[in-house]
């Protein structure tokens, strides 16, 4: 997938790498960059992003394990405590931490100031900033002498950032194969396309209601078979979801159905429903269900 680079080193270097910052920094779109596979959702909305997404590279002697974090936001109801504290356990666990800020707004404060921690964080922090294509060229040169500037879609600045990660990794033998681009199954990923899909289809707060569960997963068969759940909080909300003849339903469906083949390679019958689950946001036990840990909201 990369043409290998070698970097020398008496014993293999692996690490964990998160992808920290506040909502909407692109930590997604570099997740899904640095791996070279769309494995996180991206979406123009701030928030997408609930649960960590792990990415792989391996490069020569050097495996990074990135991890895409939800967004350090101040929460103001269950989930988004649940989603900051998996982010500050990930930075708390992160052997190298990306501070990700987009270039257009820098400088980037104090990442323990932002994080709203009470000491700074163990690991090193390396300042990332981001969107470096919306840069004039001047004020990009300019950042670009001072600090790491990278653009998602361009790729500018990603070899620098990896060699920039490789100084601060421990020496550590390979945890996965080289060959491997994540680490969850790929329910997982079904939930998190059909989420995209949802924000990319769905207008105001809508997609921030909607989550998603797989209830069976036929990979044996061809095409694959899954049947998946969408959940709302309101029954005005089901409609808007289903839309005018299923239409908007059968759009996020296909959307998700493409990444899927897309990521598997293979073809894919994705049959999605909708229900109602009243204030599932704010419930502990729903929360539970669908992947959200009750994590203290520890200070790394």
Known sequence: MFPPRRYLASMPKSGHIALAGK???GKS???NTLVGEHLA???AKAQATRLPVTGLRTEGEVQFVFHDLPGLLDPEYALQARMRALALEGVRQADVILYLHPAPEAPAPDFTRMAGLDAPPRAPVIVVYTKGD???PPRLAQLASEAIVVS???GMGIDQLLTAIVAHLPEREFAYAADDLGTQPTRFFATEFLREAAFLHLEDELP???AAEIEEFREATDPVYIRASLFVERETQKRILIGQ???TLKAIGTHARRRLEQLLGRRVYLDTWVSVLPKWRRDPAQLARFGFPDLPAERP
């Open 134 to 136: 919306l840069l004039a």
């Open 29 to 31: 779109s570099l997740l």
């Open 245 to 247: 003849g299923g239409r």
């Open 208 to 210: 921030y209601a909607v």
């Open 152 to 154: 998602a879609g361009t």
């Open 41 to 43: 959702l991206v979406s």
């Open 23 to 25: 909502p909407n920094v």
